[in-house]
């Protein structure tokens, strides 16, 4: 079975909701502390096969040592988002309870002229665990017909032949 490397938590979480949800094998994803730190993981794989799934702006520390990297633009919280869609995302938040605090970071000033989905972006990171947390209830969120493209990509990838 093929491993794959992912950035952050959030992101190996999102991918396993996304296997689970779609009946497939739960993939071997380990998170690998920031773009970095593929060089060191694909060094502790040696003869596995290694797959990586990054954000388009760490695209290149992941391909330096992977055959195979897909790309989240820019990140997979956006993903994410454009897979629910604004109201969808906004949905779920509010489901939390969230939706004030939300409305609150919007207007501070150096979001207020930011999009909608940028400002969903920030709310995300804005709080220790709300990346991990969201990256969870946002994949159980998304109809499995919108599922984000890259993770598309990259289950097929894993999946053995049959």
């Known amino acids: 079975m093929s491993v794959v490397l992912v950035e952050g938590v959030s992101d190996a979480v999102a991918l396993s909701v996304?296997?689970?949800?779609?009946?497939?094998?739960?993939?071997?994803?380990?998170?690998?502390?920031?773009?970095?730190g593929a060089r060191r993981a694909v060094a502790a794989l040696p003869g596995r096969h290694v797959i990586g799934l990054v954000d388009a702006?760490?695209?290149?520390?992941?391909?330096?040592?992977?055959?195979l990297v897909l790309m989240c633009d820019p990140d997979l919280e956006a993903e994410l988002i454009?897979?629910?869609?604004?109201?969808?995302?906004?949905?779920?938040?509010?489901?939390?309870?969230?939706?004030?605090?939300?409305?609150?970071?919007?207007h501070q000033p150096f979001l207020r002229e930011?999009?909608?989905?940028?400002?969903?972006?920030?709310f995300l990171g804005g709080r220790a665990g709300n990346k991990e947390r969201y990256a969870r209830?946002?994949?159980?969120a998304v109809p499995l017909d919108r599922v984000p493209p890259?993770?598309?990509?990259?289950?097929?990838?894993?999946?053995?032949?049959?």
């Open 114 to 122: 930011r999009n909608l989905e940028h400002q969903l972006g920030r």
């Open 57 to 67: 702006a760490e695209r290149a520390d992941f391909e330096a040592h992977l055959p």
């Open 150 to 162: 890259p993770l598309v990509a990259l289950l097929a990838a894993i999946q053995p032949e049959s």
């Open 18 to 36: 996304f296997a689970s949800r779609l009946g497939l094998p739960a993939p071997d994803v380990r998170a690998v502390g920031g773009s970095k």
């Open 137 to 140: 209830l946002f994949a159980q």
């Open 82 to 106: 454009r897979a629910l869609g604004t109201d969808g995302a906004l949905a779920v938040v509010d489901a939390q309870g969230e939706l004030a605090s939300f409305r609150r970071l919007q």
